[in-house]
């Protein structure tokens, strides 16, 4: 089954604790990438990668990193995670064909 | 700086109702507009899209029209049913030189279909 996995789901942490967010995709898609999801603000784009050890910044990637070292994984780091990035994030990949994204099933992270 | 514009923010609609949704934009490179559905708990998955060489295109009972010279589009969905309930985005994409891939979401409407 064609699907994008993301972990943890849920998380609770505190301030300054270095935390990843694992994704990983079965679709042998090039391009992939992150958005939080805010009450009101919609989808913002965090970080894309078109490819292997390609990575760019989207429209909010303040206090994140990424890095994509294989083409199925593109890891999201919060090297110190502070009560403003208490969000839902959604990790999703494109079909290159069709340009659809898929998008794995949200990680809610809640900093305290 | 918003670059789509959704509304309605929610919407509450009668089963068998229509539903209509819209977005504006702005910037004219945008070259692909799709919508995603997302049910509660879940990640937003495509619904339907269309290109700006077209003025309307349907897939069943949801349908996207499309204006140019306006730089609006909208989703409409016929005879709307409880199970339509979720959260609709739009999006416009703009595919850079290079290849590289640029979506912008609508803030999203929460669409309620009262049985």
């Known amino acids: 089954e064609a699907q994008v996995t993301q972990n943890p789901r849920y998380l609770i942490t505190v301030t300054g604790k270095k935390l990843t967010v694992t994704c990983s995709q079965n679709?042998?898609?090039?391009?992939m990438s992150w958005y939080r999801q805010d009450p009101g603000l919609g989808l913002r784009q965090i970080y894309y990668s078109m490819n292997v050890e390609v990575t760019d910044k989207g429209d909010v990637p303040e206090g994140y990193k990424v890095s994509r070292k294989e083409k199925r994984n593109f890891p999201l780091i919060l090297e110190s995670p502070s009560p403003n990035q208490t969000s839902l994030y959604f990790c999703?990949?494109?079909?290159?064909?069709?340009?659809?994204?898929?998008f794995g099933e949200g990680s809610r992270l809640t900093v305290l | 700086q918003q670059q789509v514009k959704q509304s309605p923010q929610s919407l509450i609609v009668q089963k068998g109702g229509i539903s209509i949704i819209n977005c504006a934009y702005e910037?004219?490179?945008?070259?692909?507009f799709p919508w995603y559905q997302q049910f509660p708990g879940k990640g937003p998955a495509l619904l339907i899209a269309?290109?700006?060489?077209?003025s309307e295109k349907k897939e069943g009972r949801f349908t996207i029209s499309f204006n140019k010279s306006a730089k609006q589009f909208s989703l409409h969905i016929m005879d709307s049913q409880p199970g339509d309930s979720a959260t609709y985005f739009c999006?416009?994409?703009?595919?850079?030189?290079?290849?590289?891939?640029?979506?912008?979401f609508g803030r999203g409407t929460s669409l309620i279909v009262h049985p």
């Open positions: 999703a990949s494109r079909s290159k064909n069709t340009g659809e994204l898929f």
């Open positions: 269309i290109r700006p060489d077209v």
């Open positions: 999006a416009a994409i703009y595919h850079a030189s290079g290849g590289s891939y640029i979506p912008t």
């Open positions: 679709m042998n898609h090039e391009y």
């Open positions: 910037n004219t490179a945008f070259d692909y």
